[in-house]
């Protein structure tokens, strides 16, 4: 759009290295694909709908490494039942995680409506 130009490479390896060193602690990111590392991430939420082994393997997994002062990493994943072919995607992206041992929830609007999808 006008007005708004592509971060270059040595601005977003900056917002890379704060980002690791917590001066960032939010990002919003597309551009940080496979090969990313970040250890003290707890939480991911995803809302790219994405299907395929490596981004579904790569991206949730930057939650569960290992880091200090880290109990459990979060990955929030939004499916979509408005639309079949989105949906499909979602379940198979649950299937994938669960296949990982990682456990699974289907989180409603309140907490009493939580549960486990089988």
């Not at 040595?10 to 496979?34: N, S």
């Not at 990313?36 to 939650?63: S, W, Y």
Request: with cysteine; hydrophobic share 40%; net charge positive.
């Amino acid at each position: 759009p006008v007005g708004i130009h592509p971060l270059s490479a040595k601005r977003r390896h900056e917002i890379e290295v704060d980002f690791r060193l917590g001066k960032i602690k939010r990002a919003i990111a597309t551009c940080w694909g496979t090969g990313m590392d970040f250890p003290q991430l707890n939480v991911i939420i995803r809302a790219d709908a994405a299907g395929g082994k490596i981004a579904n393997t790569q991206i949730p997994g930057r939650v569960t490494r290992p880091s200090q002062g880290k109990a459990v990493g979060i990955v929030m994943d939004l499916d979509d039942c408005f639309n079949q072919i989105l949906y499909r995607r979602a379940l198979e992206r649950f299937s994938q995680y669960r296949k990982r041992g990682w456990t699974v929830l289907k989180v409603g609007l309140t907490a009493s409506a939580q549960e486990e999808v089988k």
